[in-house]
């Protein structure tokens, strides 16, 4: 039993899990008030709009491109979020149609021009953000209600936040890991070649994922505003970094269609806690940043280790 | 062929060209439109403003060209950090700017040698080793340099904003460096394995070169650059800030690819970095000269990236 | 024309080039229902080809594709192969990595879709794989990449049996058991007559003349891109086999010159042994000699090679005296800087020497490719246009000069005249003869028969070892043969 368990692969597997957990551990040990609903949600309050952006980070990364841009693109769907989608729902509706149809269109000139993927994200960070700024030249807009309402939901037992991570990494897990047409959207980032000659599209598969960033990336925009109350389009630009860390710590690889739905969530909440974490260190927070690419290093170095634990088998 | 015809022929092959034509043509359309009024003025700030996404593209450049995979997240990081730590150092004293200088640049070849430790302990693709990095030595940067913004020393200060007959001193400091990473990239071993690696990285590990060594070697070198604009930037904009870096990361991997070099690798151009900072600084006035907002501004140059990228860069799949 | 109704797939005259190269000539081959087709000839002979054109994965450029009696030459693609139920193990691992055995049954099958598409999937390839090869010991929840290198492979094959919507009736098996043991070989290959008598064919490519003798009730030979004899597995016995593959015996021009062991003096360049290699001769080689690596592609001669090249100066098992340089035979991956002059591509090897105050002197760099175009006659106007600009025999050339212009003592060459004309071929032989005279050590890998008799010693290999060393004077095709083909049967 105890053999199985310390296989290189199921540690590779429960990694992402035990750093959450010990996290937590250390958290709760340092400040024991915090294990309550209201420290809870203290404390993972943004983990939600972190965990959307990098589950939009992985759709991308599945497919085996990058996106420098989803920061950006969060500020955008942010600005639009107070602004349009509370005056004139309907306009702002069809804008955010707009921009998963931009993210589409992405992916198509990517694979068919054989573009570098890092290159084309960066253009498009700077013009999310331009847009943003047109839509909300100043910090400021209103959110609409029903975003708020949903986002400051009173559940039992647990923070509503946890419940929608949850609820987020299952559906997405279903998605990607369980469909039949997410095998293959998988297997497209694993060896497109063989997927092809079984006669997929690879066009369609990378127009796919591109449009599935497009709508996670927009649910991190209308998640953050429902928090913050108000918008600003340089909001989310840390989304950029943090979402692709986010991956990598819940567990996905970068090339060759290896992710993990519910690894990125947990990834996400690991970065959000992190921060935390220096808080009920006494640190000063401004080690914050530099605390989740600790983490970041040292998950990646334990992941060294066991592979090549498991080169030597 | 005519001679002349011939030399124009081997001029339009340049991969520089465009850039420097597209930052001609948008100061001409800026002029034209305030009717010549700061002419000189604007190419002044231009050069100014120019400088230092030179100097962070001349290593980004360097380690794009490496080949696909490679490329520097953690210029930014680097920068503040350099420029934070100096300018405590020298704690605007004149005496210290060797010192401080001395300070930037260990900072860069530190960030450098961890950056690549990250690579080959980790085995991790560089855009996340300097992806953590940067996380690391961003918050480094906050805490050491917490509080009031420190001046530079008033010398340094008065060093990387002089000019001579409206000609920015830093910039012609720029141009000596271009220069001399011009000839280091195609006139020395090290440069030519560079491109080597970049093309094909096994036959250039079975020419006998030292693949390893290389990319460590290019690593430093962009970290060590962004120290040094890092330290450069501070002084010109009395002291340094904690999101100073911020910008640099979009531009010097926008001068890279607008300049005409090879995202995919293996090919590279320095003046192609000039022109496209020019270029980039010229768009953004041009369009403020126009009255478009910070907006459009953005959108345009995004844009143009994209474009560019889309014309120049990859082969159609034949799909 | 009954045959032709009968038949599953007819191939008239179908020709495949490419450059000067003539992969495919005028080649015919008919499968019937109820057969299983061996496929047999030495390496280059136009197996693969075949297959992939078979397969829709390459185009031919004249002929005819039949399928059951109906051409379908026009717009034959993997699809239409897919549907009319022919399907292709190649020889490069086409599984996804990162998928599970049972998801990667769903890649191939669109039927596998809706509700419990998993459980069907895994009951798919499960029943395939058991019926393939009895006590697998693979779960469909497998990750492929965690499976080893046999298991892939039974997955692969048990995957081209399975059957959803369209048809398996004529699978296409390229080297299948390389990297099987004997035990589970043998299991394919008594479900290949399975699937035969069933009413299903295959086509079945082995190095392993025995199972092709054991399984196959027809066998093709190729040679040079063409068929050459076609006959019944049981009209065949190894000796003849042998013979069918073989081409014509040629005269080198002198190459055949008497044999005189360069060994009596001095101590060798090189000595080295496989890494996989436990008994068995050493490789040794001495200065001035030319020394052939032989046997079947992919047996373990280019990772000789690189062995050598990694080990300068010396390791426990490999050691090297003096400076070494490699012509590498795959020109894209190992060999040529796309964006680079010919000039360019031929100094790199020697940037070192050619610099004048640390710099590298262009005049130095002109001169030294100037020299070597005219001592090994590459067609050009200018050495300072694009390496692509060269036809693939002067860019093999260029890559000759590359290590020829070096300081390297031993040279290795990994089956560098791949797709080369014969002209370039006979120039380049006389170069490396004069360069061995002067001292030079040559290891060569190559897989063509006639370059063996320019070397002193031949080495054969066989599954990453060394089975046999032979002076020129031994050197026979029969003999080359019989050791690359006498594997464990």
Redesign the interface.
């Given at each position: 039993m105890i053999a199985t368990l310390l296989t290189p692969r199921f540690l590779r597997n429960a990694l992402p899990a035990l750093s959450l957990t010990v996290l937590l551990l250390a958290i709760f040990y340092l400040q024991p008030r915090a294990m309550s609903y209201f420290g809870l949600n203290l404390l993972l309050n943004l983990a939600l709009p972190i965990a959307f952006a990098t589950i939009a980070q992985m759709c991308i990364i599945t497919v085996n491109d990058l996106d420098l841009g989803v920061g950006a693109y969060v500020g955008l769907v942010a600005a639009i979020g107070a602004t349009w989608l509370n005056e004139t729902p309907l306009l702002g509706a069809a804008a955010l149609l707009g921009c998963i149809a931009v993210y589409a269109a992405l992916g198509a000139l990517i694979h068919l021009r054989n573009l570098p993927s890092i290159v084309v994200t960066l253009g498009m960070s700077f013009v999310w953000l331009g847009l943003a700024l047109l839509v909300l030249p100043t910090p400021g807009g209103k959110v609409p209600d029903w975003i708020r309402a949903i986002m400051t939901l009173k559940t039992p037992f647990l923070p509503f936040t946890i419940y929608a991570a949850i609820g987020v990494g299952v559906i997405v897990h279903f998605g990607l890991m369980r469909s039949s047409y997410g095998v293959v959207l998988r297997g497209a980032g694993g060896n497109p070649r063989s997927v092809s000659r079984a006669g997929w599209s690879l066009l369609r598969t990378k127009v796919t994922m591109f449009a599935l960033a497009g709508f996670f990336g927009m649910l991190s925009g209308l998640s953050l505003i429902g928090l913050t109350t108000s918008a600003d389009a340089n909001i989310a630009l840390r989304y950029t970094l943090l979402s692709i860390a986010g991956v990598i710590l819940g567990g996905g690889e970068f090339v060759g269609g290896r992710i993990s739905p519910i690894g990125a969530v947990i990834g996400a909440m690991t970065l959000t806690l992190a921060a935390s974490f220096l808080s009920f260190l006494r640190l000063p927070p401004d080690w914050q940043i530099g605390a989740q690419g600790g983490i970041l290093i040292l998950v990646l170095a334990f992941r060294a280790v066991i592979n090549r634990a498991e080169a030597r088998r | 062929m005519t001679p002349t015809l011939r030399i124009a022929a081997r001029l339009l092959e340049k991969p520089w060209l465009w850039a420097f034509a597209a930052a001609f043509f948008v100061w001409l359309a800026t002029i034209v439109f305030t009717g010549g009024q700061g002419a000189a003025a604007v190419l002044t700030a231009a050069l100014a403003f120019g400088t230092f996404s030179v100097i962070v593209g001349i290593g980004q450049m360097y380690v794009i060209t490496l080949g696909?995979g490679n490329?520097d997240?953690s210029i930014p990081a680097t920068m503040t950090f350099a420029g934070a730590a100096s300018m405590k150092i020298m704690d605007t004293q004149d005496s210290m700017i060797f010192i401080g200088l001395l300070v930037a640049l260990g900072v860069g070849v530190s960030v450098g040698i961890f950056n690549y430790a990250?690579i080959r302990?980790?085995?991790?693709?560089p855009?996340?080793a300097t992806?953590?990095?940067?996380?690391?030595f961003?918050?480094?940067a906050?805490?050491y340099g917490?509080g009031i913004k420190i001046k530079p020393p008033p010398v340094l200060a008065e060093f990387t904003t002089a000019r001579i007959v409206g000609i920015p001193i830093l910039a012609i400091f720029t141009v000596i460096l271009a220069v001399i990473m011009a000839?280091v990239l195609?006139?020395?071993?090290y440069g030519?394995s560079v491109?080597?690696i970049g093309?094909?990285p096994?036959?250039?590990g079975?020419?006998?070169?030292s693949v390893g060594f290389t990319r460590f070697a290019t690593y430093v070198l962009s970290a060590t650059l962004a120290g040094l604009c890092g330290f450069v930037l501070s002084g010109f904009s009395g002291g340094a800030s904690l999101n100073m870096g911020?910008e640099f990361l979009?531009a010097s991997?926008?001068v890279v690819?607008i300049g005409g070099t090879?995202?995919?690798g293996?090919?590279a151009n320095i003046p192609g970095l000039w022109g496209a900072a020019l270029f980039m600084f010229l768009l953004v006035t041009m369009l403020n000269t126009f009255g478009l907002?910070?907006?459009?501004?953005?959108?345009?140059?995004?844009?143009?990236?994209?474009s560019v990228?889309?014309l120049a860069?990859?082969?159609?799949?034949g799909? | 024309m009954s045959e032709a109704d009968h038949s599953i797939v007819r191939l008239d005259g179908v020709e495949k080039h490419f450059g000067a190269v003539h992969a495919l000539n005028t080649v015919d081959l008919v499968v019937t229902p109820g057969e299983c087709l061996g496929l047999v000839g030495h390496n280059g002979a136009g197996k693969s080809t075949l297959m992939n054109v078979l397969a829709g994965t390459q185009i031919p450029d004249q002929g005819r594709i039949v399928i059951r009696g109906i051409d379908s030459t026009d717009g034959y693609t993997v699809a239409t192969a897919k549907q009319h139920g022919i399907r292709c193990v190649f020889q490069e691992l086409s599984l996804c990595p990162n998928l599970t055995v049972a998801e990667n049954a769903r890649v191939m099958h669109r039927a596998l879709t809706g509700f419990g598409w998993r459980r069907r999937a895994a009951a798919l390839i499960l029943r395939d794989l058991d019926e393939i090869f009895p006590g697998h010991g693979i779960a469909s929840q497998e990750i492929v990449g965690d499976l080893s290198i046999a298991k892939r492979q039974m997955v692969e094959i048990a995957r081209a049996f399975s059957v959803t919507d369209a048809p398996a009736d004529l699978v296409i098996l390229d080297e299948p058991t390389s990297s099987l043991d004997a035990v589970v070989a043998q299991q394919l290959l008594t479900f290949v007559r399975r699937h035969v008598a069933a009413g299903g064919a295959c086509v079945l490519i082995s190095h392993l003349l025995g199972e092709v003798l054991s399984t196959a009730d027809r066998i093709v030979v190729m040679r040079d891109g063409a068929v050459v004899e076609v006959r019944k597995a049981s009209d065949f016995d190894r000796d003849s086999l042998v013979t069918a593959m073989g081409s014509v015996a040629k005269d080198g021009d002198g190459a055949g010159a008497a044999y005189a062991s360069k060994r009596a003096d001095g101590s060798p360049k090189v000595r080295a042994r496989p890494a996989g290699q436990v008994e068995g001769p050493d490789l040794t080689a001495h200065a001035g000699e030319i020394v052939g690596l032989a046997g079947l592609a992919g047996h373990g001669q280019t990772d000789m090679l690189i062995q050598l090249h990694a080990a300068r100066p010396s390791t426990r098992h490999t050691h090297v005296h003096g400076p070494v340089a490699l012509v590498a035979g795959d020109r894209q991956t190992d060999g040529i800087f796309p964006l680079w002059s010919i000039a360019g591509n031929i100094t790199i090897r020697s940037i070192r020497h050619l610099l004048r105050h640390a710099l590298i002197d262009a005049a130095a760099e002109r001169e030294m490719a100037s020299q070597w175009q005219q001592r090994i006659g590459i067609r050009t106007p200018d050495m300072e246009n694009n390496i692509l600009s060269l036809s693939g025999g002067n860019q093999q050339k260029a890559l000759f000069a590359r290590a020829l212009a070096s300081d390297a003592e031993i040279l290795l060459m990994d089956d560098p005249m791949r797709g080369v004309d014969v002209g370039t071929k006979q120039e380049v032989y006389r170069i490396i003869r004069d360069e061995a005279a002067n001292g030079r050590t040559f290891i060569w890998y190559t897989t063509e028969m006639d370059e063996l008799k320019h070397c002193d010693h031949v080495y054969v290999f066989r599954d990453g070892a060394i089975v046999a060393d032979l002076t020129r004077r031994e050197v026979t095709e029969e003999k080359l043969l019989h050791a690359s083909f006498e594997a464990a049967e």
């Amino acid at each position: 039993m105890i053999a199985t368990l310390l296989t290189p692969r199921f540690l590779r597997n429960a990694l992402p899990a035990l750093s959450l957990t010990v996290l937590l551990l250390a958290i709760f040990y340092l400040q024991p008030r915090a294990m309550s609903y209201f420290g809870l949600n203290l404390l993972l309050n943004l983990a939600l709009p972190i965990a959307f952006a990098t589950i939009a980070q992985m759709c991308i990364i599945t497919v085996n491109d990058l996106d420098l841009g989803v920061g950006a693109y969060v500020g955008l769907v942010a600005a639009i979020g107070a602004t349009w989608l509370n005056e004139t729902p309907l306009l702002g509706a069809a804008a955010l149609l707009g921009c998963i149809a931009v993210y589409a269109a992405l992916g198509a000139l990517i694979h068919l021009r054989n573009l570098p993927s890092i290159v084309v994200t960066l253009g498009m960070s700077f013009v999310w953000l331009g847009l943003a700024l047109l839509v909300l030249p100043t910090p400021g807009g209103k959110v609409p209600d029903w975003i708020r309402a949903i986002m400051t939901l009173k559940t039992p037992f647990l923070p509503f936040t946890i419940y929608a991570a949850i609820g987020v990494g299952v559906i997405v897990h279903f998605g990607l890991m369980r469909s039949s047409y997410g095998v293959v959207l998988r297997g497209a980032g694993g060896n497109p070649r063989s997927v092809s000659r079984a006669g997929w599209s690879l066009l369609r598969t990378k127009v796919t994922m591109f449009a599935l960033a497009g709508f996670f990336g927009m649910l991190s925009g209308l998640s953050l505003i429902g928090l913050t109350t108000s918008a600003d389009a340089n909001i989310a630009l840390r989304y950029t970094l943090l979402s692709i860390a986010g991956v990598i710590l819940g567990g996905g690889e970068f090339v060759g269609g290896r992710i993990s739905p519910i690894g990125a969530v947990i990834g996400a909440m690991t970065l959000t806690l992190a921060a935390s974490f220096l808080s009920f260190l006494r640190l000063p927070p401004d080690w914050q940043i530099g605390a989740q690419g600790g983490i970041l290093i040292l998950v990646l170095a334990f992941r060294a280790v066991i592979n090549r634990a498991e080169a030597r088998r | 062929m005519t001679p002349t015809l011939r030399i124009a022929a081997r001029l339009l092959e340049k991969p520089w060209l465009w850039a420097f034509a597209a930052a001609f043509f948008v100061w001409l359309a800026t002029i034209v439109f305030t009717g010549g009024q700061g002419a000189a003025a604007v190419l002044t700030a231009a050069l100014a403003f120019g400088t230092f996404s030179v100097i962070v593209g001349i290593g980004q450049m360097y380690v794009i060209t490496l080949g696909p995979g490679n490329v520097d997240l953690s210029i930014p990081a680097t920068m503040t950090f350099a420029g934070a730590a100096s300018m405590k150092i020298m704690d605007t004293q004149d005496s210290m700017i060797f010192i401080g200088l001395l300070v930037a640049l260990g900072v860069g070849v530190s960030v450098g040698i961890f950056n690549y430790a990250l690579i080959r302990l980790l085995r991790i693709p560089p855009i996340i080793a300097t992806l953590s990095s940067s996380f690391v030595f961003q918050s480094a940067a906050i805490a050491y340099g917490r509080g009031i913004k420190i001046k530079p020393p008033p010398v340094l200060a008065e060093f990387t904003t002089a000019r001579i007959v409206g000609i920015p001193i830093l910039a012609i400091f720029t141009v000596i460096l271009a220069v001399i990473m011009a000839v280091v990239l195609h006139k020395t071993v090290y440069g030519r394995s560079v491109i080597a690696i970049g093309q094909n990285p096994r036959a250039a590990g079975f020419s006998g070169i030292s693949v390893g060594f290389t990319r460590f070697a290019t690593y430093v070198l962009s970290a060590t650059l962004a120290g040094l604009c890092g330290f450069v930037l501070s002084g010109f904009s009395g002291g340094a800030s904690l999101n100073m870096g911020a910008e640099f990361l979009l531009a010097s991997i926008a001068v890279v690819v607008i300049g005409g070099t090879s995202v995919a690798g293996g090919f590279a151009n320095i003046p192609g970095l000039w022109g496209a900072a020019l270029f980039m600084f010229l768009l953004v006035t041009m369009l403020n000269t126009f009255g478009l907002g910070a907006g459009i501004r953005l959108i345009m140059t995004g844009l143009i990236i994209i474009s560019v990228i889309t014309l120049a860069g990859g082969k159609s799949t034949g799909r | 024309m009954s045959e032709a109704d009968h038949s599953i797939v007819r191939l008239d005259g179908v020709e495949k080039h490419f450059g000067a190269v003539h992969a495919l000539n005028t080649v015919d081959l008919v499968v019937t229902p109820g057969e299983c087709l061996g496929l047999v000839g030495h390496n280059g002979a136009g197996k693969s080809t075949l297959m992939n054109v078979l397969a829709g994965t390459q185009i031919p450029d004249q002929g005819r594709i039949v399928i059951r009696g109906i051409d379908s030459t026009d717009g034959y693609t993997v699809a239409t192969a897919k549907q009319h139920g022919i399907r292709c193990v190649f020889q490069e691992l086409s599984l996804c990595p990162n998928l599970t055995v049972a998801e990667n049954a769903r890649v191939m099958h669109r039927a596998l879709t809706g509700f419990g598409w998993r459980r069907r999937a895994a009951a798919l390839i499960l029943r395939d794989l058991d019926e393939i090869f009895p006590g697998h010991g693979i779960a469909s929840q497998e990750i492929v990449g965690d499976l080893s290198i046999a298991k892939r492979q039974m997955v692969e094959i048990a995957r081209a049996f399975s059957v959803t919507d369209a048809p398996a009736d004529l699978v296409i098996l390229d080297e299948p058991t390389s990297s099987l043991d004997a035990v589970v070989a043998q299991q394919l290959l008594t479900f290949v007559r399975r699937h035969v008598a069933a009413g299903g064919a295959c086509v079945l490519i082995s190095h392993l003349l025995g199972e092709v003798l054991s399984t196959a009730d027809r066998i093709v030979v190729m040679r040079d891109g063409a068929v050459v004899e076609v006959r019944k597995a049981s009209d065949f016995d190894r000796d003849s086999l042998v013979t069918a593959m073989g081409s014509v015996a040629k005269d080198g021009d002198g190459a055949g010159a008497a044999y005189a062991s360069k060994r009596a003096d001095g101590s060798p360049k090189v000595r080295a042994r496989p890494a996989g290699q436990v008994e068995g001769p050493d490789l040794t080689a001495h200065a001035g000699e030319i020394v052939g690596l032989a046997g079947l592609a992919g047996h373990g001669q280019t990772d000789m090679l690189i062995q050598l090249h990694a080990a300068r100066p010396s390791t426990r098992h490999t050691h090297v005296h003096g400076p070494v340089a490699l012509v590498a035979g795959d020109r894209q991956t190992d060999g040529i800087f796309p964006l680079w002059s010919i000039a360019g591509n031929i100094t790199i090897r020697s940037i070192r020497h050619l610099l004048r105050h640390a710099l590298i002197d262009a005049a130095a760099e002109r001169e030294m490719a100037s020299q070597w175009q005219q001592r090994i006659g590459i067609r050009t106007p200018d050495m300072e246009n694009n390496i692509l600009s060269l036809s693939g025999g002067n860019q093999q050339k260029a890559l000759f000069a590359r290590a020829l212009a070096s300081d390297a003592e031993i040279l290795l060459m990994d089956d560098p005249m791949r797709g080369v004309d014969v002209g370039t071929k006979q120039e380049v032989y006389r170069i490396i003869r004069d360069e061995a005279a002067n001292g030079r050590t040559f290891i060569w890998y190559t897989t063509e028969m006639d370059e063996l008799k320019h070397c002193d010693h031949v080495y054969v290999f066989r599954d990453g070892a060394i089975v046999a060393d032979l002076t020129r004077r031994e050197v026979t095709e029969e003999k080359l043969l019989h050791a690359s083909f006498e594997a464990a049967e």
